[in-house]
């Protein structure tokens, strides 16, 4: 049972352009999200997260947007360069003592110049 | 600041052997994490451990177990390997309070099972 989903496996813009990475969950004791870009034979890097008690969260070029009714949240990346051409994953915790995160199982991005 | 370490790199198991990974945290950090990474399954959560103790663990079999010693550093270790099992494994550490500020992931191990 899949409880994050990403049903995009890849996305193709153009540099310059808004990367928009969507993600859902059906798990309703997630309390935290975050997203995590990731280069080939390396670990994911952290980008952003956001509390379920708010409905975005901003930081630079990226802004993560919760939907929580809808149980959907996305990663904004504007504008798009050709670094960010990576794996991004979403995840997701249950907070409390959960220390769990359930992930997503990616979505690749090509930023083309 | 160092980063998370993992070693060995890369490692060749035959199937039936058992392996043993390491990861050593960010300094400071409590709480280490251990995720395999299959391209079927993708990330999957193994187990994590703050203070030597385990406070959760993920659905895999007995055969993956890990542990963690006082200088936070952490080790799993994976008995009669099966072709399966063959995975990135990947070790990340936290403070091991809030979640918001992410966890650290290290490079990896990539276990392969002939």
């Known amino acids: 049972d899949q409880q994050v989903k990403q049903n995009s496996p890849s996305l193709s813009v153009q540099e310059g352009r808004i990367s928009i990475l969507n993600c859902d969950y059906t798990?309703?004791?997630?309390?935290?999200f975050l997203w995590y870009k990731k280069y080939p034979a390396e670990g994911p890097t952290f980008l952003i997260s956001?509390?379920?008690?708010?409905d975005k969260n901003e930081d630079g070029r990226f802004t993560v947007f919760l939907n929580k009714s809808a149980k959907h949240l996305s990663l904004h990346i504007v504008p798009s360069q050709p670094g960010d051409s990576a794996v991004y994953f979403c995840?997701?915790?249950?907070?409390?003592?959960?220390?769990?995160?359930?992930f997503g199982k990616g979505t690749l991005l090509t930023v083309n110049p | 600041k160092a980063g998370v370490t993992q070693t060995p790199r890369y490692l060749i198991k035959t199937r039936g052997q058992q392996v043993t990974l390491s990861c050593s945290p960010i300094?400071?950090?409590?709480?280490v994490s251990w995720y395999q990474q299959t391209p079927g399954q993708g990330l999957q959560f193994l187990f994590e451990?703050?203070?030597?103790?385990?406070?959760n663990k993920g659905n895999f079999p007995g055969r993956f177990s890990g542990r963690q010693f006082s200088n936070s550093r952490s080790e799993m270790n994976v008995s009669t390997l099966e072709l399966g099992d063959s995975a990135l494994y990947l070790c990340?550490?936290?403070?091991?309070?809030?979640?918001?500020?992410?966890?650290?992931f290290g490079s990896g191990t990539r276990l392969t099972v002939v």
């Open positions: 990340a550490s936290s403070s091991g309070q809030a979640p918001m500020s992410g966890y650290t």
């Open positions: 798990n309703s004791m997630f309390d935290y």
């Open positions: 956001i509390s379920s008690i708010k």
């Open positions: 995840a997701a915790e249950s907070g409390g003592s959960n220390y769990k995160l359930t």
């Open positions: 300094s400071g950090h409590r709480s």
């Open positions: 451990y703050f203070s030597e103790t385990q406070r």
